[in-house]
């Protein structure tokens, strides 16, 4: 099971930290991705890191803002946002999957995925 944390109301402009930790398994073999869903919209790939965390993919919204990474000795991945911005709102989940490669950030590629933490960026 994959558990995020962190989301919340944030200034535009201002930051947050989501956390995705792993219950019951290890995400040593799993590469990560973080997705996200906006009222009234699909849901987007934000970012994704492979399992050494010797690769990492975003999306071009997010670029130069976001940073993936992971602390595998603590189960835990992490998303840090910075210069948020209104539309950044929206429900984020983290995805897991053995076979993921982070090449693309497509939903498909991932089986386990977490309920989601709501980030509201609003003033």
């Known amino acids: 099971q994959l558990v995020e944390s962190g989301g919340g109301l944030v200034q535009p402009g201002g930051s947050l930290r989501l956390s995705c930790a792993a219950s019951?398994?290890?995400?040593?073999?799993?590469?990560i991705g973080w997705f996200r869903q906006a009222p009234g919209k699909g849901r987007e790939g934000v970012s994704c890191?492979?399992?050494?965390?010797?690769?990492?993919n975003y999306a071009d919204s997010v670029k130069g803002r976001f940073t993936i990474s992971r602390d595998n000795a603590k189960n835990t991945v992490y998303l840090e946002m910075h210069s948020l911005k209104p539309e950044d709102t929206g429900l984020y989940y983290c995805?897991?999957?053995?076979?993921?490669?982070?090449?693309?950030?497509?939903?498909?590629?991932?089986?386990?995925w977490g309920r989601g933490t709501q980030v509201t960026v609003s003033s």
């Open positions: 890191i492979t399992r050494s965390g010797g690769r990492t």
């Open positions: 995805a897991g999957d053995y076979q993921a490669t982070c090449a693309l950030l497509h939903e498909g590629d991932f089986g386990a």
């Open positions: 019951g398994f290890t995400l040593d073999y799993s590469a």
